[in-house]
């Protein structure tokens, strides 16, 4: 019955597959892109094969995708490129358990003309659970380059949508010219948010629906039983909704769902233990109050890769009264319980992961060594990198570990990892090398000059939005520089200024950042690039949107200095 | 069959007192005070004894068990914990507000135990509150009656797990302006809310009788019978139609209270409880033979055209006319001081001590289901007490200390000036919402009417 549904979508899989395979490198690359071998070794490094396991030397070999061998007498092929990796270390590809890196939602469907916000049809509601992330990813997207940057190189990647937003799918961040699909189908992306100025619109609507959906796929599939057995039989009504909701009520699929804090923990929990799914709850922020709940129900757990940012303590004044110090005492206190959080949950035996959903991976390592600092051990943290993500996506198989057999996915840094100088050198990806600028430590005193940034510059960025530019003034001031920004105002009326703070020059390097108001929300943006005379080419970091490249030229100074 | 039923209703009872078990009990005396048991008359200098969470004496010179402590209350007043038939104190969201029908929502479900509000209702006496659906829809949401047990992170343990369930709903300016004029849709006027619960009501009745059909055809043998659509919109209001549901009615004018009371005696519904009520005075000997009366405000009126016609003798009328009349706050200010309310129906309308204090006791209790549980001092009732310096019902009354199931979670001698059990680790000062003391009934219902201008400049 249900068939004809699931023939497009598997058709739909097929072609767009057929397409992307379309792109493979030929065997004769007008683009020269195509690497000239697919067989890597990396020599004598300092190997951590598995999440607490001690550093060995050893050799690593890939090829076509596949670690074919580690070890120290291992023979090198003479295809492999090699690379030395006496002072590096390698670690296994972290992986994001839920992920929205190279994600485009959807545009929505025009109302019908018959729209009554009461009763909206499920796309429009936001469920949507035929949707398939697979269709509304892109490997070239900036967000992936960013996240492979950090380390991560295969993403569960879920659906943006409202709900009921459709079907994950495991992804390897690999390169542009491949569908990088692992698995599609691999669970159904949930959420407590309503659909704005329709039903159900908030999160008590949301509870109501999803019961409603979830009870009606399971009798719409006992109507179909029926049917397909029996003559004289009325014929069920099928719908997308609840076709594509059959492997979750037949428990064959999870149901990830997107919680911030203990009482929404508490809210997916009740509705799992109400109807019997399979449970994993994402992108957790406060949950110190649900740790022993999240140990007991055994539901998967996938932390947001986050901690809070420390601006509130960092501008608490010194002088105060009594009542005033102790309002400071709470927040720190609140503070410290927030990053000791991971390392209380992994002590008390839950196996989570990470999501770095709503997260800059750039921030990524910071994030975890300030959870380090307040108490998760070193191989808790890599753990929930690598092997416990890989279990809870059903990946342990082929991701995870540095293993004969696995996919070759691996992280290649300077130094131990979460140790505060190391950074990432190489990632492998499918089998794939990216390679990563190694900064050098900006020197003490008077070594290099530092370039001059002060003036007036012109810039344009490129976003998705088409490209936008404005004014960048910098002044300098004493040692330190400031100065402002002007940018189109993402209300739509003309430009608006922000000032510019945290700028800093390392060697022809300028980096900065500024915060641009939306709506009521506040977006910090990062920019950082690298100057030569009048002339500036960089990136511009939104946070949770991705890194775009941006370009600015100074404006000649007319005024005379006399 | 008769095994089975014992053994249904041994593991229904196990059940039940293990859920019971899960929230915190205590075990207080507190000796020597004025003890207001608004159901049976004032006794002085007598003491309360609370074992387990529950009222277990009340009498002069009793002795504390071993372990128990005692609480010295002379020269004080000893009254059941304050009850609030109309909040919204605690709750993540007020309104469902995007169907004029929304009785499938519940907010169970997003109970908040972190709010401060349930602190500042301890502190003015009172132990529990009716967190209610906002006003926006005909049918709101189920509601949840509350304990305060203040301190506890799970929303399971403030929820009053053994009272019956109610339900809001709403009848004149709110719904019509959210769905007629905001959406355009059913209903408009006071005829399409009559409209809206008429058509509902017998919907349900159809419903009920397409599962009753399906399930009885699916008990022969070899059917092939397949089941009608799930819809717990309807089901809950086929709940209602059975007695299972307590209906609270937001409801303004004479008329309007009237058309709700001919509504129910049509489909035989006779739990129903009116909220605001403030044109009761005007129907108040139907209110008392029709339902189970009126929860009021003692003073409140004029912030919208249908609230002009009110007294502030509307308690006082309509209890005299024998409806059982209860003052609630629906806001986070008023709840703190429901005893100053209470004893504003003396000035207006001469009412007794106990017949004020039942206002904010034992009525509300009777309106909630949960009368034979809490509302007044009584042996055998919860151990939910508020002790007060000063009589309640004087203006220079000041709470003490409140007990919820003999647990103190209020005491003027321990208050900190910090109660907040979370506090954000990235905002020094967090942010207040100046609105407070505003109702909570129309929360969340903002967009909607940005959603009508939108419409109204596609149409044109």
Known sequence: MKKPLWKTGLLGLFAWGLFGSGTLFAQSDPTGQKPITQTYAFTNATVHASPGSEGQKATIVVKDGVIISVGSGV?????????????????????????????????DPERPSDFVSSNPPDEIAGITPWRSATDQFDISSSQVDDLRKAGFTMAHVLPDGGMIAGKGAIMVLGTKGSTNLIKANTALAASLNGSRGMYPGTTVGVMAKFRDVYKNTNLTQDRIATFTSNSGVTRPEINQTYSAMTEVVNGQIPVFFEVENDLEVRRAISLQKELGFKLVVYGLEQYDEVIDLLKSSGVGVI???????????????????????????????????????????????????????????????????????????????????????????????????????KIANLVITTGPIFSEDSQIKHVVADGSIFDYEIKTKKKNGNGEATVEVAGTWDYTSETPAGSSGGKLTIEKDGDDYSGTITYDDPSGNGTATSPISDVSISGSQLSFSFEVSAGGMAISVSVSGEISGNSMDGSMNIAQFGSFPISATRNPNFISNN | MKKINILLALCLSLCLSFSWAQTPKGSVLIKNGTVLTVTNGTYENTDVLIQDGVIKKIGKD??????????????KYVMPGIIDAHSHVALDVVNEATAPIVAEVRMKDVVNPYEIGIYRALAGGVTISHAMHGSANVVGGQNATLKHRWGSSNPEDIIMQDAPRTIKFALGENPTRVHGRGNGIQPRSRMGVEAILRNGFNEALQYKKAWEDFNKAKSQKGSTAVAPEYNERLQTLVDILDGKIIIHCHSYRADEIYMLINVARDFGIDKLVFQHTNEGFKVAPEIAEYTMGASVFADWWAYKFEVYYSTAFNAAILHRNGAITSINSDSAELIRHLYHEAAKTQRYGNLSDDEALSMITINPARQLGIDDKVGSLEEGKHGDVAIFEGHPLSSYAIPQMTFVDGIKYFDINEDQDDQRQQVSPTETVEPILLTEHNHRCMQDTEHLFETASALFQMNQ
């Open chain 2, 62 to 75: 009793l002795n504390a068990p071993s372990g128990v402590t005692t609480v010295d209350a002379t020269g």
């Open chain 1, 303 to 405: 932390l947001k890769l986050e901690t809070p940012d420390d601006k509130a303590i960092k501008s608490q004044k010194d002088d105060v009264d009594e009542a005033v110090q102790a309002q400071y005492d709470r927040v720190k206190e609140s503070y410290d319980r927030t990053i000791a959080q991971a390392g209380k949950l992994a002590e008390a035996g839950v196996a989570f992961a990470f999501s770095t959903i709503d997260a800059k991976p750039s921030d990524a390592m910071k994030s975890l060594r300030a959870m380090i600092e307040a108490g998760l051990t070193e191989s808790a943290a890599m753990a929930a990198l690598t092997t416990n993500a890989a279990s809870m996506i059903g990946m342990n198989r082929i991701a995870g570990t540095v293993e004969q057999g």
């Open chain 1, 75 to 107: 023979t090198i092929p003479a295809a492999a490129k090699v690379i030395a990796g006496d002072s590096l270390y390698i670690y296994p590809g972290f992986i994001d358990a839920a992920s929205q890196a190279g994600i485009t939602k959807p545009e």
